[in-house]
């Protein structure tokens, strides 16, 4: 998968606020499986299954088999393509606050 498109699953699959908070769940665990998602959640087995499909393709979560049972926790490297794009965009920030902050010592010196 290219760099783009890496960039693009994931934001993707962070966007939509079910899937966020599904995967905030998951790294704030060990491990949890979809009953244990479900529970305590409006969201249907059928729908966690469905994001956990879409966090699994942009590489944010694993999955365990264990008997009956499928276990899922967070890849945090998954993140990786987006924090690489953050910093590349975080380095031009840093620029133009360097650049304001020299103008305002020049405005009041």
Excluded: C
């Amino acid at each position: 998968m290219t760099e783009v498109a890496e960039i693009t699953t994931v934001m993707r699959a962070l966007a939509d606020p079910t899937r966020r908070a599904i995967f905030e769940r998951i790294f704030r665990s060990d491990e949890l499986t979809v009953a244990e998602l479900t529970r305590d959640s409006s969201v249907t087995q059928g729908a966690i299954s469905q994001h956990l499909k879409a966090l699994r393709q942009a590489g944010l979560v694993a999955e365990r088999p264990e008997g009956r049972n499928v276990y899922y926790r967070a890849e945090p490297q998954g993140l990786a393509p987006l924090a690489d794009w953050m910093n590349h965009y975080g380095a031009f920030w840093r620029d133009r606050f360097a650049d304001l902050r020299t103008l305002l010592k020049e405005i009041d010196p």
